[in-house]
């Protein structure tokens, strides 16, 4: 027998086993069941959920809470400013302008290193 012809015959056992569930008669109910079952529910709740969140990860969510609304305040504050504003307070404008270049090559004082300035000076060897 070949393999396909085992699992074709394990899924027709499965399928008739099914059936044969499907049609079995299921016993009544005792009388009175239901009513014991919505009796036995209790009408208020006995433990409270609030309690059992530790208060250090109630105060860690709170704490993030907060940095969100912060994060999400500050990001709306700098969509507000105009874009040339936001460009020049975040460091990020590459001015290319021949005013800029002009004061930028005059504030620059490049000065040489001397070498013999870095490093401490040695004691006096005699």
């Not at 027998?1 to 008669?25: F, N, Q, T, W």
């Amino acid at each position: 027998m070949s393999e396909k012809d085992s699992s074709a015959k394990e899924k027709h056992d499965l399928e008739a086993l099914e059936d044969a569930l499907r049609r079995v008669r299921r016993p009544p109910l005792p009388d009175g069941l239901e009513a014991r079952l919505v009796a036995a529910i209790p009408e208020t709740r006995t433990v409270s959920t609030h309690r059992h969140i530790a208060p250090l990860a109630r105060w860690g969510a709170i704490a993030a809470a907060a940095f969100g609304a912060l994060v999400l305040g500050g990001a709306l504050i700098l969509r507000s400013l105009p874009a040339d504003t936001r460009v020049k307070r975040a460091g990020l404008l590459n001015d290319t302008s021949a005013d800029h270049i002009l004061n930028a090559s005059i504030n620059l004082k490049i000065k040489e290193t001397n070498t013999c300035d870095i490093l401490a000076p040695m004691p006096n060897w005699q």
